[in-house]
């Protein structure tokens, strides 16, 4: 099935060290983003990438970091920077050709710093 | 600055009553809105979207949300809530362009009484 795939569902991180979490889409998607959800903070943008190789810092970029080696992948690195990594984190995809396609949300990743 | 304000945090309403969750919007350009949809732990889900002609559009599961300009509003409603319909619901703005980046309301969370 089509979709947006994010690995893992549930990851636990030491203070001070970098985490990785994977986003995979097979939607043939240009664009792929990065949110994260507080609770009773909404969404905010982390970085977002329009094309292979070419990514941008969204609201609260500081203490992430992110790749788009792939088309189909943008996998998104927590580090050891980010004050407050505790969040839902939320990958998404959309067309990128500017007519107002919808964007889908992958199911999203817990990570808990203990 | 650009924002999307949902007046109220939380909402519950008796099963077979209808439904109105307000969504008030700040946004320099000509918008596009969303509402989402969130059960918990689960990704979002998309429930409708404006991006122009008519202002009351349809989305799934029975929704409807009407786009007033002049009130800077994207209300959703609902005319019979089902018990499934318990949920943390989100409304956003985007631009033209790049529908991927978008504002997020803090959201709404509807209880269904039985």
Known sequence: DGGITQSPKYLFRKEGQNVTLSCEQNLNHDAMYWYRQDPGQGLRLIYYSQIVNDFQKGDIAEGYSVSREKKESFPLTVTSAQKNPTAFYLCASSMRDGSGNTIYFGEGSWLTVV | ?114
């Open chain 2, 1 to 114: 600055a650009q924002s999307v304000t949902q007046p109220d945090i939380h909402i519950t309403v008796s099963e077979g009553a209808s439904l109105e969750l307000r969504c008030n919007y700040s946004y320099g350009a000509t918008p596009y809105l969303f509402w989402y949809v969130q059960s918990p732990g689960q990704g979002l889900q998309l429930l409708l979207k404006y991006f122009s002609g008519d202002t009351l559009v349809q989305g799934i599961k029975g929704f409807e949300a009407e786009f007033k300009r002049s009130q800077s509003s994207f209300n959703l409603r609902k005319p019979s809530v089902h018990w499934s319909d318990a949920a943390e619901y989100f409304c956003a703005v985007g631009a033209k362009g790049n529908t991927g980046k978008l504002i997020f309301g803090q959201g709404t969370t509807l209880q269904v009484k039985p």
